[in-house]
């Protein structure tokens, strides 16, 4: 049942009972490991090594619980953050945010335990399974993008936010091919060296090591030619000064009324450090102005006499409340504050379970939201840039990052650049801020967009067109960031198509699932 290779390894671990849960487990933590904060993104072109060898020769049903297994160890590692944000901002006890965190564990983990069940429907060998893994991978990622609310946050490519010649290919793929050719080289690895006697058969495997070396010869190729050329187009490139202002606004004061002088005060005094730079643009983070604005006599003037002293554009983030059909609904907003006292907005169209709204809330009546000081949000009714006189701003609020059409949706409208306004103070000094950020490269790199951000507790940055974080402002600091932000019009390959990888692998999908169908059918017969 073993070859060679698991007689080795099966004198370290024992039994071969004991053995495939051991590799399951190391490959879980390596890729852990990949994800930020740690980000040893090279750990993720092997982590599955040892899963796929786990899974060689068994059957389905042992296929998915080793896969399920996997995506446990997988998902608590990466999500673990989740019991915190619930137990210290949600309000919630122990045994509650671990049992959402565990609810949400055990959703992901069905993933890759479909994942490990379909792999081995085709022989690990040959140039079909070459393609059939990574194929099934992004199958099931953008499932899981889309299923539900949708959830891609920390998707398999995001591990290699920090490897920027990789990435550059995102702007043909999107996030989805990396996670393609990160699979890809884990399953060539794997049929070349940890499938049966790797010092034979080389005459047979030459094919499947051609396709691998010239797939990341090329994507290396690419990814140092597109550097290079970006960096030019972004200094020919029409520019826009802009200011990033970080106010870290403690999360347990930030909708105490008896606060809100002192943080509209904080936010006045840290922009007033960067007046003499004349910003076309201040930016302050999600909620920074922490009241109805619009609404609110006492602070809102002071917000029309600020951009009327700087002469600059102030873009900010406030709750707002309308009433419509007789029932009153609240929005997460995005204000765009003018010089001469024009006002525009953009409300969150995408919001986050639990954190602005309760789903299926009639069945968890003993779940509330994170931010209890105002009702359920309801979401805007569509993507729509904001108009700035040097040129238009698509505005993703907080959780919207993560969504890779939004962005898209904003670029095709003619945005020229991504603002993002997020208060990523629920998520404390975990691994979760610096996850967020990681996931915005892919954003500017699939739309050759900059990127400006604001953080209310950090990680506010600036992120140019090549997905490199050029400036950034550290967690639980106040301060704020200036940079002159090149303005790009031109649109990339995945901004016009989009996601037709994944179709290429859907069809990879459905044309292995027929070929084992057709075998299954084949052995059966008499």
């Not at 707002?320 to 006292?341: D, I, K, W």
């Not at 069945?363 to 359920?376: C, T």
């Not at 805007?380 to 993560?402: A, D, M, Q, R, Y």
């Not at 990888?501 to 027929?514: E, K, N, Q, T």
Request: hydrophobic share 45%; charged share 15%; net charge positive.
């Amino acid at each position: 049942m073993f070859d060679k290779r698991s007689n080795i390894l099966k004198g370290f671990f024992q039994t071969e009972k004991t053995m495939p849960l051991a590799l399951v487990l190391v490959s879980g933590i390596l890729l852990v490991l990949a994800f930020p904060k740690i980000s040893w993104s090279f750990l993720a072109w092997i982590a599955f090594g040892p899963l796929f060898i786990a899974l060689d020769n068994k059957s389905p049903r042992e296929r998915f619980k080793l896969g399920y297994l996997f995506g446990i160890i997988y998902s608590l590692g990466v999500f673990y953050w989740v019991t915190y944000s619930m137990r210290y901002y949600g309000g919630l006890g122990l045994l509650t945010s671990c049992a959402i965190l565990l609810l949400l564990v055990f959703y992901l983990a069905l993933y890759t335990g479909v994942f490990a069940w379909l792999w081995g429907a085709i022989p690990p060998q040959g140039l079909y399974a070459l393609l059939w893994a990574p194929s099934i991978w992004v199958s099931l990622e953008y499932a899981r993008a889309h299923l539900l609310t949708g959830f891609p946050w920390e998707l398999l490519g995001h591990s290699q936010q920090n490897n920027l010649t990789v990435i550059q290919i995102a702007e043909f793929t999107g996030d989805y091919g990396i996670s393609f050719l990160v699979i890809l080289v884990n399953q060539c690895l794997y049929q070349l060296f940890l499938r049966g006697d790797p010092f034979r058969g080389w005459a047979k495997k030459w094919k499947e090591a051609l396709i691998g070396i010239s797939l990341m010869s090329l994507t290396i190729s690419f990814g140092l030619a597109a550097l290079k050329e970006q960096k030019d187009r972004d200094e020919k490139a029409p520019y826009i000064k802009a200011a990033v202002i970080q106010g870290n606004i403690d999360q347990s004061i930030k909708w105490n009324p008896a606060f809100q002088g002192k943080t509209i005060e904080t936010y006045k005094q840290l922009t007033s450090g960067f007046l003499s730079e004349s910003p076309d643009i201040v930016i302050w983070p999600e909620t920074a102005v922490p009241f109805y604005f619009l609404n609110d006599s006492r602070f809102s003037p002071q917000l029309f006499q600020l951009t009327r002293e700087s002469g600059g554009y102030l873009l900010f983030g406030s709750p707002a409340a309308e009433t419509r059909g007789g029932v009153m609904h609240f929005f997460n907003r995005a204000y765009l504050l003018s010089p001469e006292g024009k006002v525009s907005h953009y409300d969150k169209v995408h919001l986050v379970p639990f954190g602005e709204y309760v789903p299926l809330k009639r069945f968890l009546p003993f779940v509330g939201k994170m931010v209890e000081a105002i009702g359920d949000f309801s979401p805007g009714k569509e993507n729509k840039g904001l108009s700035h006189p040097k040129g238009k701003l698509g505005v993703l609020i907080c959780f919207e990052t993560i969504f890779s059409e939004i962005s898209r949706a904003y670029k095709k409208e003619g945005s020229q650049l991504l603002v993002n306004l997020t208060n990523d103070a629920w998520f404390g000094k975990t691994s979760a801020p610096h996850q967020h950020l990681s996931i915005l490269t892919f954003r500017a790199i699939e739309n050759r967009l900059w990127i400006a951000r604001a953080a209310n507790t950090g990680i506010s940055a600036f992120i140019d067109s090549t997905g490199q974080i050029v400036k950034s402002f550290p967690l639980f600091q106040s301060g704020g960031i200036y940079a002159k932000i090149p303005l790009r019009s031109e649109e990339t390959f995945y901004c016009r198509y989009g996601d037709l990888l994944v179709l290429f692998c859907c069809l990879i999908l459905l044309g292995g699932l027929a070929l084992a169908e057709s075998k299954h059918k084949r052995g059966k017969r008499p």
